[in-house]
């Protein structure tokens, strides 16, 4: 052999150009002839003849797909070719590798886009997420759990005497659920605008321990007046959780990997179902206690605990993963360049711009996922049946303490529905299908419970109810959150989506009164109309996107083989979600 050639190095420069060919047909499929970076000139401190120069260079909207796509289908071949020509001594060594698939050689060995150029970042992608995971879902988990016991627990309150100490008669109790929610739509709005300026880490555990000591005082009302003015305070110190948690963590999850962390941190609310049952059951036995009444000890012990939860979430909680210290500084480039490579960075400017707030309130989204909330996602099912499942249960004639332990198996069955729901959502990058399931179940478990069917089969039903309508609440959340592009616009867009539909908050509360009791037609019935209604909503959208995306696919096969100016590319980043780079999830 020529004494110049070095073997060695000819081997790893051709798996170089193995990896090369891996990403850039990876990134192209990922962005469909959309790249982030398309244009760019070479960043600093590359050198020209380089395969890292050539990846920078490289020009999409240039490129043939068919020559991507033979790329991509021979890249394996040559792998294995190689692999299996080199000697066992050479494997061990770690010069080569065993053949793996381009998504593994993609995250294992992520060429990142910084603003110096392209360099590779070799991080366990796996080992990355499961740390993120652990510093953020558990804090936002436990909060959220405290957050929905504190709002649900007057129905808890209701069977250990709540409305007979405070002389309640009539639709009273219903009052007090409704006036909740008028402050806690009115306020999502701007939370969601100061959350970004006052750091996630503080604002969320502040507003928990807040709406915390609320809870305390609501242990201590004496009439009916006083019930009214904690509800609206509360309702002001929860607004800005639910919507601030969903866009803190589309900052920090790719597009499909959105929905799981949302149904990790959601599934505390299904399960706070069980665990308000279940406490309230204990609780009950405290009932005469230094003077105050079984219902006075559910507010005063729940709200202690989530002050506790909030002070604790402030020593846990981060902000963005730019600073986040608990990554190394690869880990956290990674985590940013994972939110570019699967995503876009459409429209993801970093400072506001009064422009932001106009695009959300005009964005049509924003208004269909409304709709399709109130019959299905946040509030009307949820809250309905969260709050008066307990009073329907006590309606087959059970006694309090047996009522409360009936309403646990039904969340923890809609837990583990929350959870494997969304995990394959993200898998099969698809949100529609599994919301329409979820819809289905809400629907037969309201159908069974507006019918004439045994006790058992209407407790049965229960199971039906409380499953669809949480399944599908982190499949809404996540696909409003994948189809906005842009932080602010997101930010602004979620709060909008999630304040307007939490005013059927004030429609669940209202529907299920005691005079309808044992049937509740009224609360059923509407239940049917609005889920019917969410069902068509989401066929509409879906086929809408369809129609988007396939005109934007049109377009841009037009333009193969037309270099864009960067005027056209730095317009289309401003246009965010309505440029024609964009496809929207379905």
């Known amino acids: 052999m020529h004494e110049g050639l070095n073997l060695n190095a000819f081997k790893a420069e051709a798996f170089r150009l193995i990896e090369a060919v891996d990403f850039t047909y990876s990134r192209w499929r990922s962005t469909q002839l959309s790249p982030p970076e398309a244009g760019r000139s070479p960043g600093a401190g590359q050198r020209p003849g380089t395969l890292e120069g050539f990846v920078t260079c490289f020009d999409f909207n240039a490129a043939c797909p068919a020559v991507l796509l033979v790329s991509a289908g021979l890249t394996p071949i040559y792998r294995t070719l190689i692999y299996y020509a080199v000697s066992p001594n050479e494997k061990s060594s770690g010069l080569v590798s065993e053949p793996q698939s381009p998504l593994n050689t993609v995250t294992k060995a992520l060429e990142s886009p910084t603003s110096t150029g392209f360099r590779t970042v070799v991080v366990d992608d796996k080992e990355v997420w499961r740390k993120v995971d652990r510093r953020l879902l558990p804090a936002l988990a436990v909060m959220y759990l405290f957050s929905f016991m504190d709002r649900a627990n007057i129905g808890n309150a209701r069977l250990q005497g709540l409305e007979k100490q405070l002389n309640m008669s009539g639709d009273q109790y219903n009052l007090a659920l409704?006036?909740?929610?008028?402050?806690?739509?009115?306020?999502?709005?701007?939370?969601?605008?100061?959350?970004?300026?006052?750091?996630?880490?503080?604002?969320?555990?502040?507003?928990?321990?807040?709406?915390?000591?609320?809870?305390?005082?609501?242990?201590?009302?004496?009439?009916?007046?006083?019930?009214?003015?904690?509800?609206?305070?509360?309702?002001?110190?929860?607004?800005?959780?639910?919507?601030?948690?969903?866009?803190?963590?589309?900052?920090?999850?790719?597009?499909?990997?959105?929905?799981?962390?949302?149904?990790?941190?959601?599934?505390?609310?299904?399960?706070?179902?069980?665990?308000?049952?279940?406490?309230?059951?204990?609780?009950?036995?405290?009932?005469?206690?230094?003077?105050?009444?079984?219902?006075?000890?559910?507010?005063?012990?729940?709200?202690?605990?989530?002050?506790?939860?909030?002070?604790?979430?402030?020593?846990?909680?981060?902000?963005?993963?730019?600073?986040?210290?608990?990554?190394?500084?690869?880990?956290?480039?990674?985590?940013?360049?994972?939110?570019?490579?699967?995503?876009?960075?459409?429209?993801?400017?970093?400072?506001?711009?009064?422009?932001?707030?106009?695009?959300?309130?005009?964005?049509?989204?924003?208004?269909?996922?409304?709709?399709?909330?109130?019959?299905f996602v946040t509030p009307c099912a949820v809250y309905g049946i969260t709050f008066f499942s307990p009073t329907i249960i006590n309606s087959f004639g059970y006694t309090p303490a047996i009522t409360q332990l009936l309403s646990i198996p039904p969340y923890v069955v809609a837990t583990i529905c929350v959870y494997i729901w969304a995990h394959y959502s993200d898998k099969l990058q698809l949100r529609s299908p599994f919301l329409l399931i979820a819809l289905v179940v809400s629907f037969i478990g309201y159908a069974i419970n507006i019918s004439n069917a045994p006790v058992a089969v209407k407790y049965f039903g229960i199971f039906f109810c409380v499953t669809g309508s949480y399944g599908g609440i982190p499949g809404l959340s996540a696909w409003q959150g994948n189809n906005t592009s842009g932080q602010y616009k997101r930010a602004i867009a979620l709060a909008l989506h999630i304040g307007f539909a939490n005013f059927g908050g004030a429609i669940g509360s209202g529907i299920f009164r005691k005079r309808d009791s044992p049937r509740f037609l009224l609360g059923f019935g509407i239940e049917l109309m609005l889920i019917g209604l969410s069902m068509i909503a989401i066929c509409v959208i879906v086929l809408t996107y369809r129609r988007i995306n396939s005109r934007r696919d049109e377009i841009q096969r037009g333009e193969a083989g037309v270099r864009l100016g960067n005027d056209v590319l730095e317009e289309r980043r401003r246009q965010g979600d309505k440029a024609v780079d964009f496809r929207y999830a379905l």
Request: aromatic share 20%; charged share 15%.
């Open 178 to 375: 409704t006036l909740f929610f008028v402050p806690y739509c009115i306020c999502e709005f701007p939370s969601n605008l100061i959350i970004k300026k006052f750091r996630p880490s503080r604002w969320l555990p502040l507003i928990t321990v807040v709406w915390g000591l609320i809870v305390v005082v609501t242990g201590f009302v004496r009439n009916f007046p006083e019930l009214l003015a904690a509800r609206l305070f509360l309702g002001v110190a929860e607004a800005g959780f639910f919507p601030g948690v969903v866009y803190y963590l589309s900052l920090w999850y790719p597009r499909y990997m959105y929905q799981t962390r949302i149904a990790w941190f959601f599934g505390a609310a299904s399960m706070a179902g069980a665990f308000s049952g279940l406490f309230a059951y204990a609780i009950g036995f405290m009932d005469g206690w230094r003077g105050l009444k079984g219902w006075s000890w559910i507010f005063i012990i729940e709200g202690t605990l989530t002050v506790l939860v909030g002070i604790a979430a402030y020593f846990m909680m981060v902000d963005l993963p730019a600073t986040a210290t608990f990554l190394t500084p690869d880990e956290r480039q990674f985590v940013l360049d994972s939110q570019r490579l699967y995503a876009t960075s459409l429209g993801e400017e970093e400072h506001f711009e009064l422009r932001h707030v106009w695009e959300a309130i005009t964005d049509w989204q924003v208004y269909i996922f409304v709709f399709i909330s109130l019959g």
